[in-house]
């Protein structure tokens, strides 16, 4: 049973691009969150998202970033205009809709963004 | 206040020794806590949960919670080197259509000493 994959694991962009940060939950999770760790800091909740729709994002900058989860293919999480401040590793975390294990969130292994 | 706090550390414990981590956090309402290892570089990865007062073991860990005092621990026994890691508190702070979001402290650093 595959575990929550992302992708790139690593990407680095100039100052002023767009990035793509994409994320597939395990099979049989259809709740995502994103949480993003600055260096030396905790991580921070950033959105949660179901299929087609955005529950949470109560953690996400107001300019600059959105995420979506399609009804078919991962979940996205986009930075427009990225700044140096943006270098982070972004991890995507899911668990299952129902259930006890409902409350157990497993990641992924995590994207790490480098802006130049 | 922050929502979930924990000592930084480092935290250094000799090999064989029990390393004892602890969290405090301020919403009262809150229900469900976690326990969480990341090694340097890697993504976190569950490793305990707990949801009622009182002790819960899994192996070499042990979890611990008290409501009343918004305090939650982790208990390591019989430490090994390879328990050197930083751990995170996390909890559910707010449930949401069945999920949750989850606040996490700022992670104490293990080191066990062989």
């Known amino acids: 049973n595959a575990g929550v994959m992302q992708n790139p694991r690593h990407l680095v962009r100039r100052r002023g691009q767009e990035a793509r940060l994409r994320c597939s939950p395990m099979k049989g999770h259809s709740h995502v969150y994103w949480y993003r760790q600055l260096p030396e800091e905790g991580l921070k909740f950033m959105v949660y998202?179901?299929?087609?729709?955005?529950?949470?994002e109560s953690g996400m900058p107001k300019e600059r970033f959105s995420a979506e989860f399609p009804k078919e293919g991962p979940s996205i999480l986009r930075i427009q205009q990225v700044v140096r401040g943006d270098s982070a590793a972004y991890f995507c975390a899911s668990s299952p809709p129902t259930g006890p294990k409902s409350y157990e969130q497993y990641f992924g292994p995590g994207t790490r963004l480098t802006v130049t | 206040q922050k929502e979930v706090e924990q000592n930084s550390g480092p935290l250094s414990v000799p090999e064989g020794a029990i390393a004892s981590l602890n969290c405090t956090y301020s919403d009262r309402g809150s229900q469900s806590f976690f326990w969480y290892r990341q090694y340097s570089g890697k993504s976190p990865e569950l490793i305990m949960f707990i949801y009622s007062n009182g002790d819960k073991e899994d192996g070499r860990f042990t979890a611990q919670l008290n409501k009343a005092s918004q305090y939650v621990s982790l208990l390591i026994r019989d430490s090994q080197p390879s328990d050197s890691a930083t751990y995170l508190c996390a909890v559910n702070i707010r449930k949401i259509q069945g999920a949750q979001k989850l606040v996490f402290g700022q992670g104490t650093r293990l080191t066990i000493n062989p």
């Open positions: 998202l179901q299929k087609e729709n955005i529950i949470d």
